[in-house]
């Protein structure tokens, strides 16, 4: 399994932005896709996924009004679009992945390897 | 949201050493789902215990990891030079946010 992330993106304050997440080797719908990001000298961060519990999305609290997941299952693709960026934004971000769909609690035995974002005027 | 308090926050040992490092959770990690996880500098975090005790595929045996409710450790039995690192506990047991601890630092001595 690898999880390959779209490139590298610098961004004006309040743009927006879209990372990919593309699933290789498996069909997208055997993983729960999450995305987690870490600031410059930070721990992680877990900003969205989805509840085992119902299969639906949830946000973090702070995110949750500019945090988008979406998914193109023809393309075995996750996507994650964050708007309105602000500096505190820099981060790298990741695409992580539980084994055994949104209906599976788990840990994160894949994950992507990270997508530089840069927030900057 | 459960806050996870990892201790210490740095270790300066050598290779060959024993080390056990600390995750204290606010309030009980239902089902014991509490993972670890280990970041070198340049890569993506790298899981190693899930299930609070459960090693993760292709993790060497010298990791090991216990502990239940509010209070969990991981121990490494024997540091390889591969094992200077950044730890990180989280928990994906309760509602989310799926929180993660903010770091236990191994450097050598």
């Known amino acids: 399994v690898q999880l390959i992330q779209s490139g590298a993106e610098v961004k004006k304050p309040g743009a927006s932005l879209k990372v990919s997440c593309k699933v290789s080797?498996?069909?997208?719908?055997?993983?729960?896709i999450h995305w987690v990001r870490q600031a410059p000298g930070k721990g992680p961060e877990w900003m969205g996924g989805f509840a085992p519990e119902d299969g639906e999305s949830v946000y973090a609290l702070k995110f949750q009004d500019k945090l988008a997941m979406t998914e193109d299952l023809s393309i075995n693709t996750a996507h994650m679009e964050l708007s309105r960026l602000k500096s505190d934004d820099t981060a790298v971000y990741y695409c992580?992945?539980?084994?055994?769909?949104?209906?599976?609690?788990?840990?994160?035995?894949?994950w992507g390897q990270g997508t530089l974002v840069t927030v900057s005027s | 949201e459960i806050v996870l308090t990892q201790s210490p926050g740095t270790l300066f040992l050598s290779p060959g050493e024993r080390v056990t490092l600390s995750c204290r959770a606010s309030q009980s990690v239902s089902s014991n789902y509490l993972a670890w996880y280990q970041q070198r500098p340049g890569q993506a975090p790298r899981l190693l215990i899930n299930g609070a005790s459960r090693r993760a595929t292709g993790v060497p045996d010298r990791f090991s990891g216990s502990g239940s409710g509010t209070d969990f450790t991981l121990t490494i039995s024997r540091l390889e030079p591969e094992d200077f690192a950044v730890y990180y506990c989280?928990?994906?047991?309760?509602?989310?946010?799926?929180?993660f601890g903010q770091g236990t630092k191994l450097e050598i001595k």
């Open positions: 989280q928990q994906y047991g309760n509602s989310p946010p799926y929180t």
């Open positions: 080797g498996y069909s997208l719908m055997e993983f729960s």
């Open positions: 992580a992945a539980v084994v055994g769909g949104r209906y599976s609690p788990g840990a994160y035995e894949y």
